[in-house]
């Protein structure tokens, strides 16, 4: 197991649509990344980590929330699709690759998501609240697409603002 080098925005990997896994990459090398990246992920405080964000342009993430009435699943994703949505949520919103940003971002309430796990067994998750907004952050970094693309015009100013601020201050690299 080894921890993995988080990359933070603007890099070019984060912006990048990522690349499906095909049937010959479920391998013992896909359960390593797999492994390492929850420990990246739970070292690191989050919830939810796209491979993108640790440099690697694919189409997978992993995600640990807890509801109110359980304990945090641990969940992999790969070539995930969202396949129903529904209502809508609005809260504050943070990511692994903004390091200190946090940010209100508006998203649908429930989520129905296929994907494969780690052996290639396909599966569903139908979930709400913050596994939701989780399942859509993720996807979307598996598309290339940031938080920051999801904000209002006027946040992504304030957020884009807040993050030269902390580039200077040398809290982000
Ligand atoms: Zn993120």
Redesign the pocket.
């Known amino acids: 197991m080894a921890l993995l080098e988080i990359v933070n925005y603007p890099d070019p990997v984060l912006l990048t649509v990522g690349k499906p896994l095909g049937d010959d990459e479920f391998t013992g090398d896909l359960e390593a990344l797999v492994t390492d990246m929850f420990e990246t992920m739970e070292k690191a405080g ?1 919830v ?3 491979a993108p ?1 640790v440099g690697v342009s694919k189409r997978l993430f992993v995600m640990s929330v807890s509801s109110e009435d359980s304990d945090p699943q641990r969940h992999a994703l790969i070539n995930p699709q969202i396949i129903h949505i529904e209502g809508e949520q609005t809260g504050d919103e ?5 390091p200190g940003l946090f940010q209100v971002v508006q998203r649908e309430m429930r989520v129905i998501a296929q994907a494969r796990d780690i052996k290639g067994e396909e599966f569903e998750l139908d979930v709400s609240g913050l596994a939701a907004r989780c399942i859509l ?2 996807t ?2 598996c598309d290339g697409i ?2 920051l693309d999801r904000m209002t015009p006027l946040k992504r100013q304030l957020a884009k603002r807040k993050i030269k601020t902390l580039q200077k201050t040398g809290k982000w690299n």
């Open positions: 989050g939810g980590l796209a964000q943070g990511c692994l690759s903004f952050h993720e979307d970094h940031v938080f």
